[in-house]
Protein backbone atom coordinates (compact mmCIF):
# COMPACT_ATOMS: atom_id res chain seq x y z
CA UNK A 1 0.00 0.00 0.00
CA UNK A 2 1.51 3.81 -0.93
CA UNK A 3 2.47 5.70 2.37
CA UNK A 4 0.70 8.83 1.17
CA UNK A 5 1.84 10.46 4.38
CA UNK A 6 5.51 10.90 3.00
CA UNK A 7 3.93 12.62 -0.03
CA UNK A 8 2.27 15.40 2.18
CA UNK A 9 4.29 18.57 2.76
CA UNK A 10 4.37 20.07 6.49
CA UNK A 11 0.98 21.53 6.22
CA UNK A 12 -0.85 18.81 5.06
CA UNK A 13 0.87 16.10 7.91
CA UNK A 14 -0.17 19.05 10.17
CA UNK A 15 -4.04 18.37 8.85
CA UNK A 16 -3.54 15.27 9.53
CA UNK A 17 -2.56 15.05 13.35
CA UNK A 18 -5.06 17.30 13.82
CA UNK A 19 -8.18 14.76 12.21
CA UNK A 20 -6.16 12.17 14.08
CA UNK A 21 -6.32 13.71 17.08
CA UNK A 22 -10.13 14.13 17.33
CA UNK A 23 -11.00 10.98 16.01
CA UNK A 24 -9.11 9.45 18.34
CA UNK A 25 -10.73 11.27 21.68
CA UNK A 26 -12.59 8.96 23.38
CA UNK A 27 -12.02 5.83 21.16
CA UNK A 28 -11.34 2.38 22.40
CA UNK A 29 -9.96 1.15 19.43
CA UNK A 30 -8.82 1.68 16.05
CA UNK A 31 -8.03 -1.37 13.95
CA UNK A 32 -5.29 -0.43 12.39
CA UNK A 33 -4.22 3.02 13.72
CA UNK A 34 -1.65 3.10 10.84
CA UNK A 35 -4.31 2.66 8.15
CA UNK A 36 -6.57 5.54 9.39
CA UNK A 37 -3.85 7.97 9.32
CA UNK A 38 -2.87 6.91 5.62
CA UNK A 39 -6.77 7.36 4.47
CA UNK A 40 -6.86 11.00 6.09
CA UNK A 41 -3.45 11.42 4.39
CA UNK A 42 -4.67 9.94 1.02
CA UNK A 43 -8.22 12.36 1.48
CA UNK A 44 -5.89 15.28 1.85
CA UNK A 45 -3.92 14.52 -1.22
CA UNK A 46 -6.56 13.42 -3.31
CA UNK A 47 -8.92 16.22 -2.33
CA UNK A 48 -11.44 13.07 -2.01
CA UNK A 49 -13.53 12.88 1.10
CA UNK A 50 -13.47 9.55 2.82
CA UNK A 51 -17.04 7.26 3.59
CA UNK A 52 -17.62 6.99 6.71
CA UNK A 53 -20.08 3.92 7.30
CA UNK A 54 -22.59 3.49 10.55
CA UNK A 55 -25.03 0.23 10.17
CA UNK A 56 -28.38 0.52 11.85
CA UNK A 57 -31.10 -2.14 12.40
CA UNK A 58 -33.73 -0.02 14.46
CA UNK A 59 -35.30 -1.99 16.68
CA UNK A 60 -36.23 0.80 19.07
CA UNK A 61 -37.27 4.47 18.52
CA UNK A 62 -35.93 5.89 21.19
CA UNK A 63 -32.50 7.51 21.11
CA UNK A 64 -30.50 8.47 24.15
CA UNK A 65 -27.05 9.97 25.22
CA UNK A 66 -25.22 6.38 24.97
CA UNK A 67 -26.52 6.19 21.40
CA UNK A 68 -24.86 9.85 20.37
CA UNK A 69 -21.63 8.55 21.27
CA UNK A 70 -21.03 7.13 17.60
CA UNK A 71 -22.84 9.97 16.25
CA UNK A 72 -20.80 12.28 17.77
CA UNK A 73 -17.35 10.81 15.84
CA UNK A 74 -20.07 10.52 12.70
CA UNK A 75 -20.34 14.73 13.43
CA UNK A 76 -16.54 14.93 13.61
CA UNK A 77 -15.81 13.25 10.24
CA UNK A 78 -18.72 15.06 9.01
CA UNK A 79 -17.30 18.53 10.33
CA UNK A 80 -14.15 18.14 8.29
CA UNK A 81 -15.66 17.25 4.91
CA UNK A 82 -15.80 13.09 5.03
CA UNK A 83 -19.17 11.41 3.33
CA UNK A 84 -21.71 9.71 6.22
CA UNK A 85 -22.70 6.42 4.83
CA UNK A 86 -25.89 5.50 6.94
CA UNK A 87 -26.85 1.91 6.27
CA UNK A 88 -30.42 1.30 7.14
CA UNK A 89 -30.41 -2.18 8.02
CA UNK A 90 -34.62 -2.96 6.68
CA UNK A 91 -33.38 -6.57 5.25
CA UNK A 92 -30.92 -7.51 8.53
CA UNK A 93 -32.64 -5.81 10.48
CA UNK A 94 -35.77 -8.68 10.03
CA UNK A 95 -32.99 -11.39 10.91
CA UNK A 96 -32.10 -9.24 14.32
CA UNK A 97 -28.79 -8.75 15.02
CA UNK A 98 -27.40 -11.64 17.55
CA UNK A 99 -24.67 -9.64 19.25
CA UNK A 100 -24.91 -10.19 23.07
CA UNK A 101 -27.78 -11.88 22.75
CA UNK A 102 -28.10 -15.50 24.10
CA UNK A 103 -31.33 -16.90 22.05
CA UNK A 104 -32.22 -15.32 18.46
CA UNK A 105 -33.51 -12.25 18.20
CA UNK A 106 -37.57 -11.29 17.19
CA UNK A 107 -37.50 -10.44 13.55
CA UNK A 108 -39.11 -7.32 12.77
CA UNK A 109 -41.41 -6.71 10.18
CA UNK A 110 -41.25 -4.10 7.27
CA UNK A 111 -43.58 -1.35 9.39
CA UNK A 112 -41.59 -1.90 12.04
CA UNK A 113 -38.55 -0.91 10.48
CA UNK A 114 -40.00 2.14 8.82
CA UNK A 115 -41.50 3.02 11.62
CA UNK A 116 -38.56 3.12 13.56
CA UNK A 117 -35.81 4.08 10.79
CA UNK A 118 -38.16 7.85 10.59
CA UNK A 119 -38.39 8.15 14.59
CA UNK A 120 -34.25 7.72 14.00
CA UNK A 121 -33.84 10.19 11.44
CA UNK A 122 -36.00 12.83 13.39
CA UNK A 123 -33.35 12.49 16.66
CA UNK A 124 -30.43 11.72 14.50
CA UNK A 125 -30.63 15.87 13.12
CA UNK A 126 -30.25 16.65 16.77
CA UNK A 127 -26.62 15.72 15.97
CA UNK A 128 -25.39 15.31 12.39
CA UNK A 129 -26.55 17.17 9.32
CA UNK A 130 -28.64 14.49 7.92
CA UNK A 131 -28.82 16.57 4.63
CA UNK A 132 -25.17 15.47 4.03
CA UNK A 133 -25.88 11.95 4.67
CA UNK A 134 -25.51 9.49 2.23
CA UNK A 135 -29.04 7.20 2.89
CA UNK A 136 -28.87 3.18 2.07
CA UNK A 137 -31.67 0.67 2.86
CA UNK A 138 -29.50 -2.76 2.33
CA UNK A 139 -32.62 -4.30 1.12
CA UNK A 140 -31.64 -2.64 -2.26
CA UNK A 141 -29.08 -5.11 -2.50
CA UNK A 142 -29.20 -7.86 -0.29
CA UNK A 143 -32.86 -8.99 -1.80
CA UNK A 144 -31.49 -9.34 -4.94
CA UNK A 145 -29.02 -11.97 -4.20
CA UNK A 146 -30.28 -15.22 -5.59
CA UNK A 147 -29.42 -18.66 -3.55
CA UNK A 148 -26.09 -18.83 -5.83
CA UNK A 149 -24.87 -15.96 -4.72
CA UNK A 150 -25.53 -16.32 -1.07
CA UNK A 151 -23.81 -19.40 -1.42
CA UNK A 152 -20.79 -17.86 -2.97
CA UNK A 153 -20.63 -15.29 0.12
CA UNK A 154 -20.93 -17.90 2.60
CA UNK A 155 -17.98 -19.87 0.99
CA UNK A 156 -15.65 -16.88 2.02
CA UNK A 157 -15.73 -17.44 5.50
CA UNK A 158 -15.34 -20.44 7.58
CA UNK A 159 -17.92 -21.48 10.47
CA UNK A 160 -14.97 -21.65 13.33
CA UNK A 161 -14.14 -17.98 12.20
CA UNK A 162 -17.86 -17.61 12.92
CA UNK A 163 -17.86 -19.40 16.40
CA UNK A 164 -15.03 -17.09 17.27
CA UNK A 165 -18.13 -14.96 17.99
CA UNK A 166 -18.04 -14.50 21.87
CA UNK A 167 -22.14 -15.13 21.60
CA UNK A 168 -21.57 -17.95 19.46
CA UNK A 169 -19.25 -19.23 21.82
CA UNK A 170 -21.02 -19.05 24.52
CA UNK A 171 -24.27 -20.29 23.63
CA UNK A 172 -22.53 -23.43 22.03
CA UNK A 173 -20.83 -24.55 25.72
CA UNK A 174 -24.59 -23.84 27.06
CA UNK A 175 -26.08 -26.47 24.92
CA UNK A 176 -28.45 -23.37 23.50
CA UNK A 177 -29.63 -23.52 19.63
CA UNK A 178 -28.05 -20.94 16.86
CA UNK A 179 -30.34 -21.01 14.39
CA UNK A 180 -28.57 -21.37 10.49
CA UNK A 181 -30.36 -17.86 9.84
CA UNK A 182 -27.90 -15.73 12.84
CA UNK A 183 -25.02 -17.01 11.12
CA UNK A 184 -25.64 -14.79 8.27
CA UNK A 185 -26.07 -11.97 9.79
CA UNK A 186 -22.47 -10.47 10.19
CA UNK A 187 -22.02 -11.80 6.72
CA UNK A 188 -24.44 -9.66 5.29
CA UNK A 189 -23.19 -6.72 7.29
CA UNK A 190 -19.83 -7.20 6.06
CA UNK A 191 -21.23 -7.40 2.27
CA UNK A 192 -22.79 -3.95 3.16
CA UNK A 193 -19.01 -2.54 3.11
CA UNK A 194 -18.21 -4.20 -0.06
CA UNK A 195 -21.09 -2.75 -1.89
CA UNK A 196 -20.29 0.70 -0.58
CA UNK A 197 -16.58 0.57 -1.11
CA UNK A 198 -16.66 1.74 2.70
CA UNK A 199 -13.30 3.45 4.36
CA UNK A 200 -14.21 3.31 7.81
CA UNK A 201 -17.19 1.47 9.73
CA UNK A 202 -17.91 2.96 13.30
CA UNK A 203 -19.59 1.10 16.25
CA UNK A 204 -19.53 0.19 19.90
CA UNK A 205 -17.21 -2.67 20.87
CA UNK A 206 -19.81 -4.48 20.80
CA UNK A 207 -19.76 -4.22 17.23
CA UNK A 208 -16.45 -5.57 16.92
CA UNK A 209 -16.76 -9.03 15.04
CA UNK A 210 -19.59 -7.10 12.66
CA UNK A 211 -17.11 -4.58 11.76
CA UNK A 212 -14.07 -7.09 11.23
CA UNK A 213 -15.99 -8.52 9.04
CA UNK A 214 -16.42 -5.87 6.03
CA UNK A 215 -12.51 -6.08 6.32
CA UNK A 216 -12.79 -9.76 5.79
CA UNK A 217 -15.21 -9.87 3.02
CA UNK A 218 -13.84 -6.78 1.58
CA UNK A 219 -10.48 -8.40 1.49
CA UNK A 220 -11.72 -11.29 -0.33
CA UNK A 221 -13.84 -9.44 -2.93
CA UNK A 222 -10.85 -7.65 -3.63
CA UNK A 223 -11.52 -4.60 -2.32
CA UNK A 224 -9.15 -1.91 -0.02
CA UNK A 225 -9.76 -2.86 3.73
CA UNK A 226 -12.48 -0.51 5.90
CA UNK A 227 -10.66 0.85 9.33
CA UNK A 228 -12.82 -0.43 12.24
CA UNK A 229 -12.93 2.45 14.61
CA UNK A 230 -14.89 1.16 18.16
CA UNK A 231 -16.59 3.31 20.76
CA UNK A 232 -16.61 2.27 24.05
CA UNK A 233 -20.29 2.02 25.92
CA UNK A 234 -21.23 4.80 28.22
CA UNK A 235 -22.38 3.67 31.45
CA UNK A 236 -25.56 5.17 32.84
CA UNK A 237 -26.28 7.11 35.53
CA UNK A 238 -26.25 4.75 37.77
CA UNK A 239 -22.76 4.58 36.85
CA UNK A 240 -21.88 0.48 36.46
CA UNK A 241 -24.35 -0.72 34.11
CA UNK A 242 -24.67 -0.16 30.23
CA UNK A 243 -26.85 3.23 29.56
CA UNK A 244 -30.17 1.56 28.83
CA UNK A 245 -33.68 3.10 28.78
CA UNK A 246 -34.84 -0.73 30.54
CA UNK A 247 -32.29 -0.28 33.45
CA UNK A 248 -33.59 3.38 33.95
CA UNK A 249 -30.57 4.76 33.78
CA UNK A 250 -30.31 6.52 30.79
CA UNK A 251 -30.67 10.77 29.59
CA UNK A 252 -33.20 10.77 26.45
CA UNK A 253 -32.32 13.18 23.71
CA UNK A 254 -35.73 13.98 23.49
CA UNK A 255 -36.65 14.67 27.48
CA UNK A 256 -37.21 18.39 28.73
CA UNK A 257 -34.70 20.70 29.28
CA UNK A 258 -34.76 20.45 33.10
CA UNK A 259 -35.44 16.60 33.35
CA UNK A 260 -31.89 16.00 31.28
CA UNK A 261 -29.80 19.08 33.46
CA UNK A 262 -31.00 17.33 36.52
CA UNK A 263 -29.71 13.99 35.37
CA UNK A 264 -26.93 14.98 34.11
CA UNK A 265 -26.47 16.13 37.93
CA UNK A 266 -26.61 12.09 39.22
CA UNK A 267 -23.99 11.15 36.54
CA UNK A 268 -21.26 9.71 38.79
CA UNK A 269 -18.15 12.47 39.35
CA UNK A 270 -15.75 9.66 38.09
CA UNK A 271 -17.56 9.68 34.85
CA UNK A 272 -17.85 12.97 34.19
CA UNK A 273 -14.50 13.20 31.60
CA UNK A 274 -15.67 10.43 29.70
CA UNK A 275 -18.59 11.77 29.20
CA UNK A 276 -17.11 15.53 28.07
CA UNK A 277 -15.56 13.39 25.60
CA UNK A 278 -17.91 10.90 23.95
CA UNK A 279 -20.98 12.47 24.10
CA UNK A 280 -20.45 16.63 24.14
CA UNK A 281 -19.38 18.67 21.31
CA UNK A 282 -16.24 20.22 22.88
CA UNK A 283 -12.75 19.91 21.23
CA UNK A 284 -9.58 17.21 22.98
CA UNK A 285 -7.95 20.61 24.60
CA UNK A 286 -11.24 22.08 26.10
CA UNK A 287 -11.79 18.87 27.71
CA UNK A 288 -7.97 18.41 28.86
CA UNK A 289 -8.18 21.70 30.29
CA UNK A 290 -11.09 20.73 31.87
CA UNK A 291 -9.42 18.00 33.35
CA UNK A 292 -6.58 19.85 34.34
CA UNK A 293 -8.86 22.28 36.22
CA UNK A 294 -10.39 19.46 38.11
CA UNK A 295 -7.21 17.90 39.21
CA UNK A 296 -5.94 20.96 40.20
CA UNK A 297 -8.89 21.93 42.31
CA UNK A 298 -9.12 25.35 40.22
CA UNK A 299 -12.59 24.14 39.10
CA UNK A 300 -14.59 21.94 41.53
CA UNK A 301 -16.66 18.72 40.63
CA UNK A 302 -19.78 20.42 40.93
CA UNK A 303 -19.58 23.17 38.59
CA UNK A 304 -17.76 21.10 35.97
CA UNK A 305 -21.18 18.53 36.33
CA UNK A 306 -22.95 21.81 35.85
CA UNK A 307 -21.35 22.26 33.07
CA UNK A 308 -21.33 19.48 31.52
CA UNK A 309 -25.45 19.46 32.03
CA UNK A 310 -26.08 22.97 30.64
CA UNK A 311 -24.17 21.09 27.67
CA UNK A 312 -25.93 18.47 27.18
CA UNK A 313 -29.17 20.57 27.25
CA UNK A 314 -27.37 23.47 24.80
CA UNK A 315 -26.89 20.67 22.41
CA UNK A 316 -30.07 19.12 22.20
CA UNK A 317 -32.37 22.57 23.47
CA UNK A 318 -30.29 25.64 22.45
CA UNK A 319 -28.54 27.77 24.66
CA UNK A 320 -31.50 29.81 26.47
CA UNK A 321 -33.27 26.80 27.04
CA UNK A 322 -29.59 25.48 28.67
CA UNK A 323 -29.53 28.96 30.68
CA UNK A 324 -33.33 28.58 32.22
CA UNK A 325 -32.38 24.46 33.18
CA UNK A 326 -29.29 25.69 35.01
CA UNK A 327 -31.32 28.54 36.70
CA UNK A 328 -33.98 26.22 37.66
CA UNK A 329 -31.77 23.98 39.19
CA UNK A 330 -29.81 26.27 40.95
CA UNK A 331 -33.29 27.41 42.42
CA UNK A 332 -35.04 24.40 43.12
CA UNK A 333 -31.85 21.70 44.12
CA UNK A 334 -29.25 24.78 45.93
CA UNK A 335 -31.31 26.92 47.09
CA UNK A 336 -34.17 24.30 47.94
CA UNK A 337 -37.12 26.18 46.74
CA UNK A 338 -40.01 25.43 44.52
CA UNK A 339 -40.17 25.52 40.92
CA UNK A 340 -42.81 28.03 39.09
CA UNK A 341 -43.48 26.02 36.78
CA UNK A 342 -45.00 22.67 38.26
CA UNK A 343 -47.24 19.78 36.52
CA UNK A 344 -51.05 20.03 38.02
CA UNK A 345 -53.46 17.11 38.64
CA UNK A 346 -57.18 17.90 39.27
CA UNK A 347 -58.25 16.13 42.22
CA UNK A 348 -61.61 14.19 42.47
CA UNK A 349 -60.61 11.95 45.13
CA UNK A 350 -61.24 11.45 48.95
CA UNK A 351 -60.11 15.13 50.97
CA UNK A 352 -58.85 12.79 53.76
CA UNK A 353 -56.54 10.19 52.74
CA UNK A 354 -52.90 8.67 53.31
CA UNK A 355 -49.73 9.66 52.70
CA UNK A 356 -49.15 6.45 50.69
CA UNK A 357 -52.06 6.01 49.32
CA UNK A 358 -51.82 9.50 47.69
CA UNK A 359 -48.52 9.08 45.93
CA UNK A 360 -49.91 6.08 44.78
CA UNK A 361 -53.35 8.15 43.23
CA UNK A 362 -50.90 10.84 41.86
CA UNK A 363 -48.96 8.25 39.92
CA UNK A 364 -45.74 8.96 41.58
CA UNK A 365 -45.02 5.74 42.33
CA UNK A 366 -46.23 2.31 40.69
CA UNK A 367 -46.86 0.58 44.13
CA UNK A 368 -47.05 1.16 48.09
CA UNK A 369 -44.09 -0.61 48.88
CA UNK A 370 -41.70 1.92 46.89
CA UNK A 371 -43.93 5.27 48.53
CA UNK A 372 -43.38 3.77 51.54
CA UNK A 373 -39.45 3.38 51.16
CA UNK A 374 -39.27 6.52 49.79
CA UNK A 375 -40.82 8.42 52.81
CA UNK A 376 -38.54 6.51 55.09
CA UNK A 377 -35.56 7.43 53.66
CA UNK A 378 -36.99 10.99 53.76
CA UNK A 379 -37.47 11.74 49.99
CA UNK A 380 -40.82 12.92 50.09
CA UNK A 381 -42.20 16.30 51.55
CA UNK A 382 -45.39 18.15 51.10
CA UNK A 383 -45.50 21.92 50.66
CA UNK A 384 -41.64 22.00 51.49
CA UNK A 385 -41.95 19.79 54.84
CA UNK A 386 -40.37 16.43 54.79
CA UNK A 387 -42.66 13.08 55.92
CA UNK A 388 -41.51 11.36 58.51
CA UNK A 389 -44.60 9.23 59.10
CA UNK A 390 -45.71 6.63 56.88
CA UNK A 391 -48.85 6.22 58.18
CA UNK A 392 -49.61 9.90 57.88
CA UNK A 393 -52.74 11.18 56.74
CA UNK A 394 -53.57 14.75 55.41
CA UNK A 395 -56.27 16.56 53.78
CA UNK A 396 -56.20 17.81 50.62
CA UNK A 397 -56.24 21.44 50.16
CA UNK A 398 -56.27 23.99 46.78
CA UNK A 399 -52.69 23.89 45.70
CA UNK A 400 -50.86 21.27 47.94
CA UNK A 401 -47.70 20.84 46.46
CA UNK A 402 -46.08 17.29 46.49
CA UNK A 403 -42.36 16.62 46.06
CA UNK A 404 -40.64 13.11 45.56
CA UNK A 405 -36.54 12.86 45.45
CA UNK A 406 -35.38 16.33 43.98
CA UNK A 407 -36.98 16.35 40.40
CA UNK A 408 -40.31 15.31 40.87
CA UNK A 409 -43.88 18.02 41.56
CA UNK A 410 -47.50 18.03 41.82
CA UNK A 411 -49.41 20.64 42.67
CA UNK A 412 -52.94 19.24 43.57
CA UNK A 413 -55.85 21.53 42.67
CA UNK A 414 -59.75 20.63 43.78
Given at each position: M?????LL??MQ??E?K??????SQ??Q?????E????????????KK???IKLG??P??P??H???T???N???????????I????????G????P???S??????????????A????E????V?????VE?HY??S?????????V?????K???A??????D?????A???PIS?????Y??????DS???E??I???G?????N??????F??K???E?Q??L???L??G??G?????K??K?????DE???????K????P?????????????F????I????????????????A?M???????R?Y??P?????????FI????????P??????????DL????????V?L???S??S?????I????????G?T?E??KM????V?????QV?K?KFV??Q?
Amino acid sequence: MTNFLELLNEMQRTEVKRQMAIYSQGVQEIIPTEELENKIARSILEKKPLKIKLGLDPSAPDVHLGHTVVLNKMRQFQENGHIIQLIIGDFTGKIGDPTGKSIARKQLTDEEVKHNAKTYFEQFAKVIDMAKVELHYNSSWLSKLNFEDVIQLAGKITVARLLERDDFEERVALGKPISLHEFFYPLMQGYDSVVLECDIELGGTDQHFNILMGRHFQEKFGKEKQVALLMPLLEGLDGVEKMSKSKKNYIGIDESPQEMYGKAMSIPDELMNKYFQLITDFTPEQIQNIKEQIHSDILHPRNAKMLLGKTIVRMYHGPEEAEKAEQHFISVFQQGSIPEEIPVREWQGDLLISIIDLLVDLELFSSKSEARRMIENRGVKINGNTIEDTKMELTIVNDLIVQVGKRKFVKIQL
